[in-house]
């Protein structure tokens, strides 16, 4: 009996612990999920709004907000308005506007070719992914940028250029050239590529809408000799710069960049100090290659040092992962794309034209080491040459439905998705029929993660 009684305390007391433990494990779990979600929320402010203190270089350095104020608030030259900052690709954070601005722009009350209105807006933080910096009297005292400059754009609810932050979406309005060519000294840029103003400016003129030329400080080269697509010689002199690719859709992938220069938080380090110029930490020794990175040996790019308490860029890393990391591929809108076509595409995307022997679904990049050779894609190796592995990185390739402005591959040298399945049929002699093609392209334009919507917990 006493036993028996024993038997079944020991059963209610463990029963009592399994439920205390399980209480505690739920608690923790919950613990950890908000930690998590604290992580992104930082990081979404970091993608946002964080400077990293490059302030110094596009303001103090570069005189960029003088050429913005314009000669009126005692910069340069005529200053940016509103429609040519729109006209260059610039977006505005509609959130950001109060209504009465708002009721005033859609009555057309707003003066958008005073460059007051863009000092205003700049003022409002509404300009996404540019930082203004202010005089106690109205001017400007500096500018920075952030990551959502090149990769948010917005949903145009409001009106052309103005509506709600798309994270993630590459912004191939944005003509970066031509508005860094508006900066009053460009010589931190010439004495880097040994060049005067003028070459620098039509360097920089050269990259057009949608591009950036992220390894032009590392080896100053700006122009692709011979560009050649299938054997055949597609253009010559064609500008180094590559397209802005999305940074959304990239959890998994193991490479990154159109040539594969190393992970995310790689980049992200990468970015913020050798091309945003904010201050921080990175290493790199494959920099230190002076025959393929001759700037950035000269310069030590690969061995940046700031002391911890003025590290702006290594304490955000782990947050800015982590947003990037919850960015998801946006599916596109029903009515964008044949549903039964895709569906024959995706079999023959598996099947006959042999896609996903390289873009594995549901990454659609290989699981592993995601790069290829110039030869085996059918193209120069111009850009491939300028990064460590000589390789391309096999895209990603959901959510390509929101950016085919500027073509496609790194330089976009391929108008349309079409171009680009007739390059493959060409290259890998696949014997597509002009149905296989056309299917195959409304499964690309179908591919996404989940549906379209503004960005979770946006208020
Ligand atoms: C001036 C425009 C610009 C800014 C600002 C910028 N990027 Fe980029 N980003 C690019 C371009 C262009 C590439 C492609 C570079 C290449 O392949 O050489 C790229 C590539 C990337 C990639 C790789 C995407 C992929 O497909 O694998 C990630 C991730 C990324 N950027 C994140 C960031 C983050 C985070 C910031 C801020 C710290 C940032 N970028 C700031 C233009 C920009
Ligand atoms: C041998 C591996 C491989 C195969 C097979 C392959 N791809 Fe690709 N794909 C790549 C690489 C690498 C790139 C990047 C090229 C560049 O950046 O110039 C790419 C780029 C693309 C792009 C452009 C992405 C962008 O953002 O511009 C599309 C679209 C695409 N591939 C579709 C396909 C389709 C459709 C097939 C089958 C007909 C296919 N690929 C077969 C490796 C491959």
Redesign the pocket.
């Known amino acids: 009996m006493l036993e028996r009684k024993t038997f079944h305390k020991t059963l209610i007391y463990s029963g009592v612990a399994l439920l205390i433990i399980g209480l505690f494990g739920a608690a923790s779990m919950q613990a950890r999920a908000s930690a998590m979600s604290d992580l992104v929320t930082q990081g979404r402010q970091i ?1 946002r709004f964080d400077t ?1 203190g490059d302030e110094d270089f596009w303001g103090e350095q570069l005189k960029l907000h003088q050429a913005i104020e314009g000669e009126q608030f005692g910069g340069v030259g005529p200053g940016v308005s509103p429609t040519t900052a729109l006209s260059v690709g610039l977006k505005v954070d509609v959130k950001a506007l109060p209504d009465s601005l708002k009721r005033q722009l859609k009555k057309g009350q707003v003066d958008l070719n005073d460059p007051a209105v863009t000092l205003a807006l700049l003022k409002l933080n509404a300009v996404v ?1 540019v930082t203004g910096f202010f005089n106690s009297d109205g001017s400007l005292s500096s500018i920075g ?3 959502a ?3 948010s754009t917005v949903d145009d609810s409001f009106a052309p250029g103005i509506g709600k932050r798309l994270d993630g979406w590459a912004n191939r309005d ?1 003509n ?1 050239g031509a508005i860094i060519a508006l900066s009053p000294n460009l010589s931190p840029l010439q004495t880097l590529l040994s060049a005067d103003r003028d070459t620098v400016v039509a360097v920089l003129n050269s990259w057009g809408p949608g ?5 032009l400080v590392l080896d100053g080269k700006a122009f692709n000799p011979q560009q050649v697509t299938d054997g055949v010689v597609t253009g010559t002199n064609v500008p180094g ?7 959304f859709g ?1 959890a998994g ?1 193991n ?5 594969g ?1 190393g992970s ?1 938080p790689y ?2 380090a990468f ?2 100090n050798i ?2 110029h904010g201050k921080g930490n990175f290493f790199d020794p494959r920099l230190d290659n002076a025959a393929q990175f001759p700037i950035a040996a000269a310069n030590g790019f690969g061995h940046i040092q700031t002391p911890e308490d003025e590290d702006l860029i290594t304490p955000k890393l782990p947050a ?1 992962h982590a947003y ?1 990391l919850s960015l998801l591929a946006p599916l596109p809108p029903d009515g964008s794309f044949d549903p039964v076509a895709a569906s024959r595409g995706d079999a023959l995307f598996e099947g006959k034209a042999k896609c996903a022997s390289c873009h594995v679904p549901p990454l659609y990049t290989e699981s592993g080491w995601n790069l290829h050779t110039p030869a085996e894609m059918g193209i120069d190796s111009f850009q491939a040459d300028r ?1 460590p592995d000589l390789m391309y ?1 096999t ?2 390739l959901k959510g390509i439905w929101t950016h085919t402005k500027g073509g496609f591959f ?1 330089d976009g040298r391929f108008a349309t998705l079409l171009d680009v399945v007739n390059h493959y049929d060409t290259l890998f002699s696949l014997g597509l029929t002009n149905q296989e093609k056309s299917d195959l392209v409304e499964y690309l334009k179908s591919l996404g993660d989940v549906p379209l919507q503004t960005p979770k917990g946006d208020d």
Do not use: Y
């Open positions: 993608f990293f992914g940028i952030q990551c400059l090149c990769h944005l970066v591009k950036f030329d992220a390894e710069a590559t397209l802005i690719p999305p940074a990239l992938v490479l990154h960049t159109w040539t220069w995310i980049w992200n970015v913020a091309e945003m800015l990037q990064s990185r895209s990603p790194h």
